[in-house]
Every structure is written in structure tokens, then in C-alpha cells.
């Protein structure tokens, strides 16, 4: 009896001490911000983009299923593409983009995920013909700030969200 | 009632008027435009176009610092930007001072320069004036920016350039000028000196005829790149059957490529493409391979055999048009059928024609039997 009360109270501690050893224990953070100022790289008829150009920087990112998804492949030797990064997230878009696309790379991989983030142009409507993208807002919370068609504005906010307003 | 028509009437007008404004500006104006703008005019040697840019975008920030999160441009990068472009400024400053004072400085040869025994000692003196100047600039330059970018900077400045032109031309013809006129002053007195007179008319011919050489060559430059240009334009006009309507600077290999994007991207932006469309494209597409062919093996562009092949699977994955087909194969049968017809009412109106023409005497059965079997001959191949 006092054996199986003894093991009903171990057993979980030998489990819970177990699991403890294998998940990471909380790390420690400390405050960090990436942001760049806005990039115009030069597009390769592959469809990567060079982030050399920008030292210290280095890199590559292949937009080909941007563009090929944006109806632009292959690729023009007048296809113009803006990259800011804000809060460690890539946004890319362009002459003729439809929408403005979020990058967020994988630590560790190299690879990164990607999707619309903002629509521009329905695909029955003609594209945006200027597209800027700019850093806006407080220090600490800025936002991506996307303007087109000459007066329209819309902003991302360091958590991905789509607003009209920067928060 | 009245009062409130006027507030009313106010209002509307301010109302009106912002929004004008807003119209006016549509899209504010963004830092990164006005940095890049002050970067790229420092690069072109333009300081007080790139120290004007920066200035606004000061203000820009300063008035919206939302336009700058985190201070980047007003406190990272708009000091250093600033602290070189006056580095810069003072350098170019110190070398229109420079380039002012050597013009306004006498340039007088020492007295024995026309020395009848020594005849070079003018021209010694000229050169060793023209280097210490040089040194003096250079000098100058470096102590003012040690940094070798910052001196490339200001090697592109309308300053360098008013110094070299005083070092290369203008100083010369000084000097030539002073020598000749002290020794034209001492000539009456003393026969000797026409030696030296000569030789220093020597001395200025050879100078003289170097820059003539040098303008002349640099015209034959010109006059090929023209003639250079010119055979590019005739190229591309051959090439594509339409002058280019592109960047003039650009060469024909640039030009050449950006043509066959164009197309590329025609084709993708059409949905379908007639029959027509798609042989002339061929044909075009024949052609851009043979002029591929024959101006890249003579060096004269980059091979754009990759494009091509791109347009070429365009071309033969963008889908005809279903309509035109169908229309084009219907006129196709029609006149088949109108020809068929036509040639069946002609072939009939001769048989008849023949018949009643024919004399009477033929027209027994036995011998119209004969002659009708041509007719119904005639009659089964008109149908």
C-alpha cells in the first residue's frame, strides 16, 4: 500500500523532471528591433533579389512565386521591387503588384513563408501603377505604411494586422 | 439665419480649400526619397543639391517625426550625412579659392628667362609654375579630405574642373603669352634675342598644335560615337521594322532585350491571340533568332537566346483565338462553296451556249447523244 502511494507521488515527479530536461527552459530576451530603410533591388531574370548591395547585409530571397502569382513572370528587365523590412518581417511590392506580399523567414532554414498581405487591385482591375512603402508611426510601435493610387494609405502593424490607421 | 449662412459659408470654403490642398499633395512626402535624393546628388559631385535635400528632410522629420520612427534619419543618419557633406563643401570652397587666386597671381617669367644662352629656361619655368600649382591643389585636396572616396567625390565638382582647366590650358597660354612679350620687349635691343624669340615661338606652336591635336581627337571621338549611334538606331530599326523609342543612351543589346520583354509581356496581356497574330509572331521570332545569331557572334550584343526562347514559349503556350478560327474555317468553306457553285453556273451557260449555237445538220439523236456525253462530262466535273 505504501509502496503504491509512494509510486502514485514519484511517478509524476519523474515525469514532470523528465519533460522539464527536454523542453528549453524560458529564455531570457532582451530588446531588438530589424527594420531597413527602403530597398530597391535589382531584380534577376531568375526572379531573386541580392541583398549584398546593401551591405552589411547579404543574401538572396527568390520572388518567383511572388511574381508568378502576380502575373509578372517572367520577369521584365522593367519590373521595379521595394523591400522594407519592419519588426523582422519582409514586405515586397512593385510596379504592376496586385498586392503587397509579408516575407517572414525561418530562423535557422533557408526558406521563408510568404502571403498577401494587403490587396491593392482586385485581379479584374488594373494594378496600382506607383506603389511606395515607407516606415511610419512611434518609436516602438511603427507600422509599414503602404501608399498607392495617388492619396490611398494603408498600414501593418508590428503584429501583421492591416489597419487604416497606424495604432 | 444670416450669420449662420455666413459660418456656414466659411466653413464650406475652408472645408473646400483643405481638401484642395490634399489634392494637390496626394502623397506625402517620405524620407527615404529625400535621402536617397541627398545621396545620389553628393555621388554626382552636386553638394549644395544634396545639402538642400538633406535640409528638407530635416525639416520633414523634425515637423513629422512620425515619418521617422525611432529618430533613424534625424539622430543615426542625417549627422554623419551632414558632417561630410560640410567636409566636402569647405574642400570645394577652399578650391574655388585656390583655382581664383592662381588666375589673379602674376605670371611674370623671371628676368633671365630670356637669357639668349639659356632658351628653355622659359619653359623650365613654365613647367615647374604649372607643377608646383598642381602640387599646391593636390595638397590642398588632401588635407581637406583625407578620405580617397571624399576626393573622388570632389574630382566630379565644377570646382575640380575649373582647376584642371586652369592647370591644362589656361596656364599655358599665360605663361606662352608672358615670355613672348619679354622677349618681343628685348628683341630691338639686342639681335641675339631673336634666337630666342624663335625658339619660344617654337616652344608655343608645339603647345599650341598639342591642344589643337587634342580638340581634333576628341572630336573624331565624338563624331564615331555619333556615327556609332546612329548604326544602332538603324540596327534596331531594321531589326523591329519601328525606330526605338527608348532611353538614347542605352545600347543596342539593352535595347534589344527590352524589346523582346515587351512582346513578352504583350503576349502574356492578351488572352488570345488570332492566327495572324501568331505567324507574325513567328515570323518576327525568325527573325530575332537570325539577328541574334549574327550580332552576338560578332560581338556586337549579348546573347538573347534565353529571351527569345522565353517569347517563343509565349508565343506557343498563349492560346488562339477560337473565334477568329472558327470564322476564318467558315469563310474557308463558303468559298469553297461559292467557287463551286460559280464554276458549276459557268460550265452550264457554255454547254448551253454551245448548243444553240451548234449548226442543225449535227442534230440528229445519234450524233446529239455523241455530242451531249462531252457536255455531261463537263457537267460531272463543274459539279
Known amino acids: 500500500m505504501k509502496l503504491r502511494a509512494c509510486s502514485l507521488v514519484l511517478l509524476p515527479a519523474i515525469l514532470l523532471g523528465c519533460a522539464g530536461s527536454r523542453l528549453p527552459a524560458t529564455a531570457p530576451s532582451l530588446p531588438f528591433e530589424e527594420h531597413t530603410l527602403r530597398l530597391q533591388p535589382t531584380l534577376e531574370a531568375d526572379g531573386t533579389v541580392s541583398l549584398a548591395r546593401y551591405q552589411p547585409l547579404t543574401g538572396k530571397i527568390g520572388l518567383r512565386p511572388i511574381l508568378e502569382a502576380e502575373g509578372l513572370w517572367p520577369v521584365s528587365s522593367r519590373t521595379k521591387v521595394q523591400i522594407v523590412v519592419n519588426y523582422g518581417r519582409f514586405y515586397v511590392a512593385g510596379e504592376g503588384f496586385r498586392s503587397v506580399w509579408e516575407i517572414t523567414p525561418e530562423p535557422g532554414t533557408s526558406g521563408a513563408t510568404y502571403h498577401p498581405v494587403i490587396l491593392l487591385a482586385e485581379t479584374d482591375q488594373t494594378a496600382p501603377g506607383e506603389v511606395r512603402l515607407s516606415r511610419y508611426g512611434l518609436s516602438g510601435s511603427s507600422c509599414l505604411r503602404v501608399d498607392w493610387d495617388k492619396g490611398r494609405a494603408a498600414y501593418v502593424s508590428q503584429d501583421g494586422k492591416v489597419h487604416d490607421h497606424c495604432p | ?383
Open chain 2, 1 to 383: 439665419m444670416t450669420t449662420a449662412r455666413k459660418w456656414a459659408g466659411i466653413l464650406l470654403w475652408v472645408l473646400g480649400t483643405a481638401m484642395a490642398v490634399t489634392a494637390a499633395f496626394p502623397v506625402q512626402p517620405d524620407p527615404s526619397d529625400l535621402y536617397e535624393t541627398a545621396g545620389r546628388q553628393m555621388q554626382a559631385g552636386s553638394f549644395a543639391a544634396s545639402e538642400a535635400a538633406a535640409e528638407r528632410l530635416r525639416e520633414l522629420v523634425v515637423r513629422h517625426p512620425e515619418w521617422d520612427p525611432g529618430g533613424v534619419y534625424l539622430r543615426e543618419l542625417l549627422p554623419p550625412l551632414k558632417a561630410r557633406l560640410k567636409r566636402l563643401r569647405g574642400a570645394e570652397q577652399k578650391l574655388e579659392d585656390f583655382t581664383t587666386s592662381a588666375r589673379s597671381e602674376p605670371r611674370q617669367p623671371p628676368p633671365d628667362s630670356a637669357d639668349p644662352k639659356s632658351p628653355t629656361a622659359a619653359r623650365s619655368w613654365a613647367t615647374s609654375t604649372i607643377a608646383r600649382l598642381r602640387a599646391e591643389r593636390d595638397r590642398l585636396i588632401a588635407e581637406n579630405l583625407p578620405s580617397s572616396e571624399d576626393r573622388t567625390l570632389l574630382a566630379r565638382t565644377e570646382a575640380y574642373r575649373q582647376s584642371e582647366q586652369l592647370l591644362a590650358g589656361e596656364m599655358l597660354r599665360l605663361v606662352e603669352k608672358a615670355v613672348s612679350v619679354e622677349v618681343a620687349a628685348r628683341a630691338p635691343r639686342d639681335p641675339q634675342l631673336q634666337t630666342v624669340q624663335t625658339r619660344l615661338d617654337q616652344i608655343k606652336k608645339e603647345m599650341i598644335g598639342s591642344v589643337v591635336e587634342r580638340d581634333r581627337q576628341k572630336q573624331a571621338m565624338e563624331d564615331l560615337q555619333t556615327k556609332s549611334k546612329l548604326y544602332q538606331e538603324v540596327l534596331f530599326e531594321l531589326l523591329f521594322d519601328a525606330p526605338s523609342e527608348t532611353d538614347s543612351d542605352a545600347d543596342l543589346s539593352t535595347l534589344f532585350a527590352a524589346q523582346i520583354d515587351r512582346e513578352i509581356e504583350e503576349v502574356h496581356g492578351q488572352p488570345s491571340q488570332s492566327g495572324e497574330d501568331y505567324r507574325a509572331r513567328r515570323s518576327r521570332l525568325e527573325r530575332y533568332a537570325r539577328f541574334n545569331r549574327v550580332l552576338s557572334s560578332a560581338g556586337l550584343i549579348k546573347d538573347q537566346a534565353a529571351r527569345i526562347r522565353a517569347l517563343d514559349n509565349a508565343v506557343e503556350e498563349s492560346p488562339h483565338d477560337k473565334d477568329s478560327e472558327s470564322s476564318a474555317a467558315s469563310r474557308g468553306w463558303l468559298g469553297w462553296l461559292l467557287g463551286g457553285l460559280l464554276a458549276g453556273g459557268a460550265a452550264t451557260f457554255v454547254c448551253m451556249a454551245a448548243r444553240r449555237f451548234s449548226p442543225p445538220a449535227q442534230a440528229s439523236p445519234g450524233r446529239e447523244s455523241q455530242s451531249r456525253q462531252p457536255d455531261a462530262e463537263e457537267d460531272e466535273h463543274a459539279a
